[in-house]
């Protein structure tokens, strides 16, 4: 199936045209699923500008942004990363969970996205790359309580002065984001099937609970109700089961939840 365009409910959109043309990069914060990944990429397709992602995490080194050198055949030669790449082309660069990754890698990033927008090669033969003027960086990162996820260094978090806060939409848009996925023939289920995440999502925020379903939860609801599934046997399967990673009562409180709202 076709990705379906994003839904900007947020005015988003304007914010990174707005950024873009001032040359400010973006910092996107929210909770897993809220769409940040899709914003990103329909905001470089509709620019029509090639999108370099870096998808963060404690096993990124500096290598994967720098390059390393490689040895074939007796040459020795240097292999660039995505950053130096993305500085040299003027590409969009998306940094994907940057508060995931190790303090060392944070500090070679910060670098790059000083106001000079240069980077030195150590590495390689200590050529100074500087970005190309139209070079644009967007920035994502998940909320502390997310695991992996770290306080991002102040100096860091100051190369991204405009900042756009991505929660859960409201239930009216929600609706409308799934039906761009699914036959949107179930609407009465679809719509009880985001009462339900909101109302998990809203246990999460206070730790009453271990796990807050996305808006990828609500869509597998909808396309699972597509193939001829009942609502309540798909809410346990995409909502309920989940929680037996914590245990029983964990399980048993969500699947008492599911049947208050599904019935038995």
């Known amino acids: 199936m076709e990705e379906a365009q994003y839904l900007d409910w947020n005015n988003s959109i304007q914010i990174l045209n707005k950024a873009y043309e001032a040359g400010l990069f973006v910092l996107i914060i929210g909770p897993k699923g809220t769409g940040k990944t899709s914003l990103v990429r329909d905001f470089a397709k509709n620019k029509n500008i090639n999108l370099d992602s870096i998808n963060f995490s404690l096993r990124t080194r500096e290598s994967h942004l720098v390059g390393t050198k ?5 040459t020795v030669s240097f292999d660039e990363g995505l950053l130096i790449k993305s500085m040299k082309s003027g590409d969009i660069l998306y940094l994907d969970e940057i508060n995931s990754a190790e303090a060392d890698v944070l500090l070679r990033l910060d670098e790059a996205l ?4 240069q980077i030195v090669l150590k590495e390689s033969t200590d050529e100074v790359i500087k970005a190309k003027e139209n070079w644009f960086v967007v920035s994502t990162i ?12 102040p100096q860091l978090l100051s190369r991204f002065p405009v900042r756009i806060r991505l929660e859960y939409p ?4 929600e609706l409308e984001i799934i039906k761009k996925y699914a036959s949107g023939n179930h609407e009465s289920e679809m719509i009880q099937a985001i009462k339900l995440a909101n109302t998990l999502r809203q246990a999460a925020a206070v730790e009453e609970l271990f796990y807050s379903p996305s808006l990828r939860e609500t869509i597998a609801f909808a396309k699972l109700l597509d193939k001829g599934m009942a609502a309540k046997e798909v809410a346990e399967i995409i909502f309920g089961n989940v929680y037996t990673q914590w245990g ?15 019935g038995n």
């Open 70 to 74: 490689t040895l074939t055949d007796g």
């Open 248 to 262: 029983d009562i964990e399980y048993q409180k969500v699947n008492d939840i599911i049947t208050s709202m599904f």
């Open 114 to 117: 000083d106001d000079r927008r």
């Open 142 to 153: 998940n909320p502390l309580s997310h695991s992996g996820t770290k306080e991002l260094p």
């Open 170 to 173: 409201p239930e009216n848009i």
